[in-house]
């Protein structure tokens, strides 16, 4: 098991940039493949990015390719977001999430077994 705890969020302008973090309990990060998600108001939870456990590969949802860049740490147990050239389509909840699975697709919510608490990001025109 893991505890997860997200940081970082806030209120940003357009073009803006922010970097979320996740910090994770254990001794055990590196066991687990990573990955971001974010649910709008009235919107179903989507997927942003995702790590594999030791940074070897990394994905991007379309929507965010070539703004956004994931990374971790496993040293200090963290996961980061990195995110650029923000857009008002942005705001968000957004979720880090942890799954100790192999062979799995990590781009759906459905494979990971751990959640953060989420935090808020809002994006002004």
């Known amino acids: 098991q893991v505890q997860l705890v997200e940081s970082g969020g806030g209120l940003v302008q357009a073009g803006g940039s922010l970097r979320l973090s996740c910090a994770a309990s254990?001794?055990?990060?590196?066991?687990?493949?990573m990955g971001w998600f974010r649910q709008a108001p009235g919107k179903e939870r989507e997927f942003v990015s995702a790590i594999t456990r030791n940074g070897g590969s990394t994905f991007y949802a379309d929507a965010v390719k070539g703004r956004f860049t994931i990374s971790r740490d496993n040293a200090k147990n963290t996961l980061y977001l990195q995110m650029n050239s923000l857009k008002p389509e942005d705001t968000a909840v957004y979720y880090c999430?942890?799954?100790?699975?192999?062979?799995?697709?990590?781009?759906?919510?459905?494979?990971?077994?751990?959640w953060g608490q989420g935090t808020q990001v809002t994006v002004s025109s």
């Open positions: 254990g001794r055990t990060f590196s066991n687990y493949h």
């Open positions: 999430a942890a799954t100790d699975r192999s062979f799995v697709v990590l781009t759906t919510q459905l494979k990971y077994d751990y």
